[in-house]
Nanobody, 126 residues
Framework: QMQLVESGGGLVQVGGSLRLSCAAS????????VGWFRQAPGKEREFVAA????????YYADSVKGRFTISRDNAKNTVYLQMVSLKPQDTAVYYC???????????????????WGQGTQVTVSS
């Protein structure tokens, strides 16, 4: 089993920044791809960003490219999502997910992940 705990969410004004963290415990975290997904009220959960096990490859949704940066520190069992230039449409609950996912397509598919956290709320006010 793996436990994932997200933190760092909060209320921020348009154009502001936040850094989300995903701390893992349990299984060998360093083997897992980690993906961030988000869900806004009344909408389906959508892919935001992912990082493969070594940190050498990253993936981003078009809506966040150039504004969000995903990174990981396997020594600390933690993945980060740095978010800048935040917009009201970024408001959502952000979830961290981990899985043995290796294809460029599958990293964007929620069902490919085996573990997830409880989420952290990000609210961007205008």
């Amino acid at each position: 089993q793996m436990q994932l705990v997200e933190s760092g969410g909060g209320l921020v004004q348009v154009g502001g920044s936040l850094r989300l963290s995903c701390a893992a415990s349990g299984r060998t975290f360093g083997k897992y791809t980690v993906g961030w997904f988000r869900q806004a009220p009344g909408k389906e959960r959508e892919f935001v960003a992912a990082i493969e096990w070594s940190g050498g490859k990253t993936y981003y949704a078009d809506s966040v490219k150039g504004r969000f940066t995903i990174s990981r520190d396997n020594a600390k069992n933690t993945v980060y999502l740095q978010m800048v230039s935040l917009k009201p449409q970024d408001t959502a609950v952000y979830y961290c997910n981990a899985g043995l996912v290796y294809s460029d397509y599958d990293v964007q598919v929620l069902a490919e992940y085996d573990y997830w956290g409880q989420g952290t709320q990000v609210t961007v006010s205008s």
